[in-house]
Each structure stands twice: as C-alpha cells, then as structure tokens.
C-alpha cells in the first residue's frame, strides 16, 4: 500500500511541474558550483584594475563548500515549500478525508509522503554530488572523493532530520500557513539552541555547519557522533509524533 | 440485518452538541434519505459513520463492526462528499485509476469504463480542475461506486446538478436499490419523496422522526379537502354555516378546508351541493407532501 501511494506523490510531482523544479534546482546548483568557484578569483580581480587583490587559487573544497551552501540555502528552501503541504494541504482540500474514508491506514498514508520525499531528496542529493564531483574533478587539479562525500551524506542526514520536521509539521497544522508557521517557529528555536555550545552538539541544524567543517579539515565522525545520534532519534520522534497525531485526528 | 445501527451516538464541540443520543436504524437494500435544516448534524453524522471524526460517547454499527474499535468496515462503503474535492491533477480516469490501485479492485480497467460510463464522464478527457462542480460530483459517485461497496453514503449528492444530471443520479441511485444500502443526506425534499423507503428528520442534533415515507405520510394526514365548484363564494358560506371547519382557505378557484371527521366530510358535501343546487367540478383528499412534514416536524408545530 505505501508503495501505491508513493506511487500517486510522484505522479503529482510529476504532473504539477514539482518534479522538474526540484531537479532543475540540485542539478543547477552541483553544476554551477564548481564552475562558480572556479571563476569566482578572476572575477574578484576584474572588479578594480586599480587595486591589486590577491586570492588564494581555487580548490575543489571552494567547489564544494559552494555546493553545499547552496543546498542549505536555496535548495532547503525549496525543499520546505515543495514538502510543507504535502498533508495540510491535503486536510485543508479534504482529499485526505476522501482517501482515508476509503479504509486506507493513515499511518501508511503519511509515511508514503515520508518516504517518498526522503527517495526523491536522497537519489537528487546523491546525483547532484557526482555532478559536482565530476565537474569539480575537471575544473581543479585534484579533487578529494572520500571527504566530499562523507560530507555529503551528513547533508542527509540533515535533510532527513528537515523532511522529518516537514512532515510534522504538516501533520500538525490544517493548511499549509499553520504547517509553514510551526516549521518556522521551530526551526527558529532551534536556531536560537544553537548558539548554546553544550547543546549544540546535539542540535540536528549544527550538520549544516558540520559538513564544511569536514571539508575544510577533513572528516571527524567521533566530534560528530551526538548530533547524528540526536539528529536520527529526533527526526524518528517527529515521524512518529506526526503519524499519531494524524491517526487521531478529525477529518473534513 | 440492519447496515447502520447507531446506540446513543453524541458528538460534542467545544460550543456545540452537533448530535445528541442519535439512535437511528437503516436496514440492508433500502435508501435511506437523512434531513434536516442547515446546521442539524446531517454531515456530522456522515463524518462519525467514516471514522473522521470520533464520537463523543455513544457508538455506531457498520456492517456489524463497531466504528470505535475498527476501520475495516471502510472498504465495504463508497462515499460522496458535499462538497467533492479530488487531486486536480488526474484526469477522472487517472483518478479512479488510482483509486482501483488502492483499493485492490480486480479487473480495475474494465471496472473504470462502466462506472464513467455510468456517470457520464467516459469522453471526458481534461484534468480535473477544470470540471464543473456537477463534472465533480458526478466523478464524486463514480468514485464511491467503484470499488462495489455494499453501503453508500452520499452527502448532498445533486445539490449541484443541473435538473437533467439531477434525474439521471436520482435514476442511478434508485436502481440500487435492493443490492446495495444508500444512505444519503440531503435538503432537496422531493429528491427523497421520489426514491426513498424510509426517511430520519434531525434537528439539532436529535432525531425527530424515523419510519417510512408512507407511514409517515399516514401519521401527518391533516384531513384537508380540496373542493371546486361553479360558485364559490355561495359554497363557502354555505360549507362555513354547515361543517365543523378547522381551516378554510380559497385559492385559485378552489375551496381548501381542514376538518376533523373526513368522512362525515365527504357524506356532507355532495348533499350541501345538490341542496345549493350547484355544480361540483372536483373532490379531492390532499395527501400532505413531505415538505408539509419537515417543515411541521423541525419547526417543532
């Protein structure tokens, strides 16, 4: 049954243009991040022919430490509008009090959406990277496979604990304002927890900082080990609280 | 075997009891017509039975299942919603398309083309947001045919058809009859006086009135008698002089009186023309129509 209605989110992906959009935004982003940080020191120096500015040569950790700014920027963003009324809207239409009159479990209705999300975040992520990987390869010298990629797979981490939130949220709120509302509102908290350096280690959005860390000086996973730990539980936590939630909820 | 059993059923909001000790009965292969003004409890009741939302105390029976201790019994009915909102995206056949994959129904693509053809929306090739709210409602009872389902609950199912697509669903839902239970609400009375077997009347979240339409068309027969003569000023002074009258009113060159003993009534009239020596153009006894009921029911005369 999750498999069917997977099957339904990727046609509505599909038909609705979302499906482009997001494919257009992580492939546009893997590509233009290398070449970006590769022209990124001639352009610096075209600004003034007067001033002498010196810049570093370019590596390919300035390719993807680009690339991962953007996927925490605008590529999360997009994730959040896409993803954040993928329940409430539905409540909000009634086609979620349609398909679940029909006998369908709503556990399974809402982690259909879960996963489904998830599949399409990871294969996109992890397309994106070897774009980015390839491109970087070329443009620069020498490009390092092993920590691009581990940094790569904390981002899912990161977008695991996002999509989590996404899907809460979603639960929670009966249109997309009141969903968009208390994923801001925690995201915010969470923000604010982060500058607290005791718990910080356990804050999920501290993965974001985390990956250019591993890029800069290189893969730490034992410093990192309690915010992937907290990160998996919490993003479990909000899965479950937003499937129970939904299950005892009132529908149009 | 009764489809829908309902024992105590309340549903309380936080302002609002919207239904209170709703004991209500439909037995299988009948069509059920559920009234009742705006704001009675009529898509409440609709929403407990589907397990959308929960009952404050009281339960209901689905099919023998109880609705607090199972969902099972949802597979079993179709339901059209008064308001029918689908995934604008689909095309109706990509919809119960989808719909069919769900709900496990086998040989689905032959199943498809006799329910839209049902329906009337077998060339309707376009998305659905673009439908007419009677396209989607017409798409809302394909949707709830097509799995088979033993019980049907329809909320409102032709307030937004046009009186022709009104015919045909009303046509539709009465060849049901007999091989599947139809339970539907609705405001539009002579929908129900023309295919109902049995009616409940809610007001306020009570129900007021539950038989069939004949009994309760028997129960609320106001002994009223419609009368045409050739002089009908000289008929009602002589009929006001003669007959105990509870009412008397004379509209479009007829006399309407109410009285208490039909038949001495229609042993007296016949005399009171021949004596008056005028002509009698019409007797008739007027059967009270269902609105008549309602409105006396739910306005509590």
Same mark, same amino acid.
Request: aromatic share 0%; hydrophobic share 30%.
């Given at each position: 049954m999750v498999f069917k209605l997977m099957k339904k989110e990727f046609i509505e992906f599909r038909k609705t243009g979302k499906l482009i959009a997001i494919i257009v935004t992580f492939l546009l982003f893997s590509i233009l991040s290398p070449i970006t940080a590769k022209i990124m020191p001639e352009m610096i120096k075209s600004i003034s022919s007067e001033i002498t500015i010196i810049v570093p040569p370019p590596t390919w950790k300035d390719a993807f430490l680009q690339f991962f700014k953007n996927l925490n920027q605008i590529v999360f963003l997009i994730v959040v509008l896409l993803f954040i009324g993928s329940i409430a809207e539905e409540k909000n239409r009634r086609t979620a009090g349609l398909i679940v009159s029909k006998g369908i479990d709503r556990r399974e209705w809402v982690l259909a959406k879960f996963l489904f999300q998830i599949s399409l975040v990871f294969v996109l992520t992890i397309v994106s990277f070897f774009l980015c990987y390839y491109y970087s390869a070329i443009l620069f010298p020498y490009t390092e496979f092993g920590t691009s990629l581990q940094s790569c797979l904390l981002f899912l981490f990161y977008m695991t604990f996002i999509i989590s939130l996404t899907i809460f949220s979603s639960s929670v709120g009966n249109n997309i304002i009141q969903a968009g509302g208390i994923f801001i509102a925690i995201f915010i908290i969470l923000g604010i927890l982060n500058m607290f350096p005791s718990i910080k280690a356990y804050n999920p959005i501290y993965l974001s900082s985390l990956e250019n860390q591993w890029i800069v000086s290189g893969v730490d996973w034992s410093s990192s080990i309690k915010t992937i730990i907290s990160s998996v539980i919490l993003s479990t936590l909000l899965v479950s609280v937003g499937v129970y939630l939904f299950n005892f909820q009132e529908l149009e | 075997m009764s489809v829908i059993r309902t024992e105590g059923l309340c549903k309380y909001f936080k302002d609002k009891k919207? /239904?209170?000790?709703l004991n209500l009965e439909v037995p299988k292969g009948i069509i059920f017509g559920y009234l009742g003004p705006n704001g009675a409890g009529k898509t409440t009741t609709i929403r407990v039975l589907l397990n959308l939302a929960k009952p404050t105390k009281g339960t209901a029976y689905i099919l023998g299942e109880d609705i607090r201790k199972s969902r099972n019994y949802l597979r079993k009915v179709g339901f059209l919603p008064d308001v029918p909102n689908f995934y604008n995206f689909f095309t109706a056949r990509e919809f119960l398309s989808f719909i069919a994959d769900i709900t496990g129904i086998e040989n689905p693509k032959k199943r498809i083309e006799e329910t839209l053809d049902l329906v009337g929306l077998k060339n309707e090739k376009s998305r659905i947001g673009t439908y007419s709210r009677g396209m989607k409602q017409r798409l809302g009872l394909a949707q709830a045919l097509l799995p088979d389902p033993e019980l049907l609950i329809l909320d409102?199912?032709? $307030? $937004? /058809?046009d009186p022709q697509g009104r015919k045909e669903v009303l046509d539709l839902i009465f060849s049901l009859k007999g091989n599947k239970t139809v339970f539907f609400s609705t405001h539009i009375l002579t929908d129900v006086e023309r295919i109902c077997d049995r009616i409940g009347i809610l007001k306020e979240g009570r129900l007021i009135l539950e038989d069939s339409i004949e009994n309760i068309k028997k129960r609320y027969r106001k002994r009223r008698v419609l009368i045409e003569v050739d002089n009908l000023e000289k008929f009602s002074d002589k009929i006001k002089e003669t007959l105990p009258l509870n009412f008397l009113e004379i509209k479009d060159n007829s006399i309407i009186i109410e009285v208490s003993d039909i038949q001495y009534t229609l042993r007296e009239i016949p005399k009171l023309i021949v004596q008056n020596d005028l002509v009698l153009e019409r007797l008739e006894i007027l059967e009270p129509s269902l609105e008549d009921v309602f409105l006396e029911v739910t306005s509590g005369v």
């Open positions: - | 919207a /239904l209170e000790e409102e199912p032709t $307030s $937004s /058809l």
